[in-house]
């Protein structure tokens, strides 16, 4: 092996370190959203301390990934496609603790529901953790894969979590003016809802990144895309 050689084959060993340790934190993540839904489906008081816990480990990875994005940009200062794997790595791994902290507040809110008056069921609830935990599930998996057809296909699906959030809006409003008992309670379910809808929002950022990745294109904010990094830059060089 040359001299050359040996430094790209570190950097990308340290590369791949990089992508295993965002997927066991995407792993973890995923299973924290399914759990504080859970938790405000069934009402479960028992689930904040548990899901407060693992969110604890969420941040730790989430400041080791950018230790490691920081140790890869300052040592190698990778270029074109390496660069564009880095850099969506760490805005990656930055919105999934965002994700575990709202995964958090709905557990925490799942806590204060068992003390509240009970709402009538709420078809539109399930429906809207269903996408949204799909979401993010397919975000990841597209990531995984590097698949931006799949990535769009993740962002076209944010508004059905929009029009779902507005729904439970207005029902819980008419339910708050028809019994003021009720208010507590659609407070409540109110806030896990906007949470999901952010964690919706979280899934279109990763999946837009993804499209950067791949592409090398930005489809944020409606933008039709550009080249940000064009692919036929020379490959990093070492230091």
Do not use: Y
Request: negative net charge.
């Amino acid at each position: 092996m040359t001299g050359d050689q040996k430094p790209r084959r570190h950097f990308h060993d340290e590369l791949h370190r990089l992508q295993a340790r965002l997927m066991e934190m995407a792993g973890i993540v995923e299973e924290l959203v399914a759990d504080g839904a859970q938790a405000v489906l069934d009402r479960d008081p028992t689930a904040s301390k548990r899901i407060k816990a693992t969110d604890d480990v969420v941040d730790a990875l989430e400041m080791e990934i950018d230790a490691m994005v920081m140790e890869l940009l300052a040592l190698h200062q990778p270029m074109a496609s390496d660069l564009r794997q880095v850099i969506a790595s760490n805005k990656v791994a930055n919105d999934l603790e965002r994700v575990g902290d709202h995964a958090v507040n709905m557990a925490k809110a799942a806590k204060r529901l068992v003390k509240a008056n009970p709402v009538p069921e709420l078809r539109e609830l399930p429906e809207m953790v269903a996408i949204t935990r799909e979401m993010l599930s397919d975000a990841l998996a597209s990531f995984v894969m590097r698949d931006p057809v799949q990535a769009r296909m993740v962002c076209a699906r944010d508004d059905q979590v929009d029009n779902l959030k507005r729904s439970l809006f207005r029902i819980l409003v008419t339910h708050m003016l028809e019994d003021p008992t009720r208010i507590g309670g659609s407070l409540e379910l109110l806030l896990v809802s906007q949470n999901l809808e952010r964690i919706a929002d979280l899934s279109t950022n990763i999946a837009e990144d993804v499209v950067f990745l791949v592409e090398g294109r930005t489809i944020k904010h409606g933008a039709d895309g550009h080249e940000v990094v064009p692919d036929e830059s020379p490959q990093s060089p070492a230091t």
